[in-house]
C-alpha cells in the first residue's frame, strides 16, 4: 500500500506542477474563438462535466470487473464502484456547488471580463438567487445589447463557448470540475495499482490523472475559471482522494480471491 501511495503522489505533484503553470503562462482565455481549440477543450471539459464523469465511471467500473472471475462477482463489482463513486462525487459535487461556493461567492472570469469590458451588471446577476434565472438574464444581455455578436481580443466568441457560459451561472472557487476530476482520478489510479501487479498494466495508472489535468486546464482556456480556482479544487480532490485510500476501504472491498489470474 505504501508503495502505491507513494507513487500517486509523486504524480499528483507533477499534475498539480502543470496546473499552477497557469498562473504565469497565457492559458487564459485561449480557446474561445471560432476553430478546433474550442471544440477540441469543450469536449475536454464536458467529460468532466455532469455526462462525462457518470460515463467515465461506468466504463472503467466495467473495466475492472473484467479482473474478476464469473458474472456475478463482476456485477458486484460494477454495483459496489458505482454506488461508491456516485455517493463520494455526488455528495461532494452538491457540497461544493450549494454550500462552499456559496459561502465565498467567487466571480467567474468570464463575468469579470463582461463586467469590465462591456458594462454587463455583475452585481444584479449574482444577486439572482435561481441558476436558471441568471442564464435567462445573461442571455437577454447577449442578445439584446450585443446583438448576439461576442468580442474577445476583437475576435468574435465561439458560439459553443458562448453556450457554455450561458451554462456556467454559479461562483467560481473552488472548481468543481477540477474537483471532481481529481478525486475520481486518484482513486481510479489507486484501483488500477491495487489490481494489476504487472509493470505494463501498472502504467495505465496515469491515464485517469493525465486525464483529470486536461480538464482542470480547460476551464481556465474557456474562460470560466481562474488558475486559483483549478490549482486548490485538483489538490482539495486529492487530498480527499487519500482520505478515502487511508482507510483501506477500497483494499477490502476489492479482494483478489475472485480475481482472473
Known sequence: MILRIRLLLYISVICLLILSSTFFLPYGFSAIHEGWSATFWL???????????????????????????????????????????????????????FFIKEQLKVERPNIIFLHETMGFDNEAFYSIESKDERRVFIEDFFNGQLSQVILFDDEPLHSKVIRHWLHETGYSFPSGHSVNAFLMAMLMAYIILFIYSDFRRRLFFALPLVWATLVALSRVILGVHSPIDISLGA???????????STRLIDTQLTPKDAVT
Open 43 to 97: 469536449f475536454i471539459s464536458n467529460t468532466g462535466g455532469t455526462i462525462g464523469v457518470p460515463l467515465i465511471t461506468l466504463l472503467f467500473c466495467i473495466l475492472i470487473s473484467m479482473h474478476y472471475k464469473g458474472w456475478k462477482s463482476k456485477l458486484l463489482v460494477i454495483t459496489g464502484a458505482l454506488v461508491v463513486f456516485s455517493l463520494v462525487l455526488g455528495v461532494f459535487a452538491r457540497l461544493n456547488e
Open 235 to 245: 489538490a482539495l480532490g486529492c487530498l480527499m482522494a487519500m482520505l478515502i485510500i
